[in-house]
């Protein structure tokens, strides 16, 4: 009984702390003062935030993006590839124990052993885009743990990029 409610115990805080994790990203992302900066803080400040080995922003494109994004860290995808990523239907992809796709994480791929992939959609006529989160750790996302608070994440990112960039719907 002392060892279920050990257990227990260890589970509720660790969920505490992931839950402390998400909001505090999620603070950061509404505080972005500008697209750039939004940027910033997913590539720099999301990986220590949430103790992720990588983080990736990702959009569908059939062509370059205009400007610098590439430089500034967003990682540009063909069309469909998100469909191939993401279960069409679902909106969160939970992988243990995989590696890292060089495609998304680029040089950080060889230390991320396990991958939370969330569809972003940035409205009708966008492309779609999405988020990667690699943990070095092979069980660092399951695909039976919850995905509330990463689809939370996701839903706050996807506004703030579509008033960056003023797109409507």
């Known amino acids: 009984l002392k060892a279920r409610e050990a257990a227990l115990l260890d589970a509720a805080e660790a969920n505490a702390a992931v839950q402390a994790r998400i909001f505090s990203a999620v603070q950061k992302i509404l505080a972005a003062r500008s697209f750039e900066h939004l940027i910033g803080i997913?590539?720099?400040?999301?990986?220590?935030?949430?103790a992720l080995e990588s983080v990736a922003l990702a959009v569908e494109s059939g062509d370059k993006l205009p400007g610098k994004s590439e430089a500034a860290g967003v990682v540009v995808l063909k069309p469909e590839?998100?469909?191939?990523l993401i279960d069409i239907g679902r909106d969160?992809?939970?992988?243990?124990?995989?590696?890292?796709?060089p495609m998304l994480f680029?040089?950080?791929?060889?230390?991320?052993?396990?991958?939370?992939?969330?569809?972003?959609k940035f409205g009708a006529g966008a492309p779609p885009g999405l988020l990667a989160l690699g943990s070095a750790e092979a069980d660092g996302f399951d695909p039976n743990q919850g995905t509330e608070l990463l689809s939370l994440m996701a839903r706050v990112l996807e506004r703030c990029i579509k008033r960056w960039l003023g797109l409507t719907s």
């Open 42 to 50: 997913i590539n720099d400040e999301l990986p220590e935030m949430l």
């Open 92 to 101: 969160v992809e939970l992988l243990t124990d995989h590696a890292g796709d």
């Open 81 to 84: 590839i998100v469909n191939i």
């Open 106 to 120: 680029g040089t950080d791929a060889g230390a991320v052993r396990s991958v939370a992939l969330l569809r972003l």
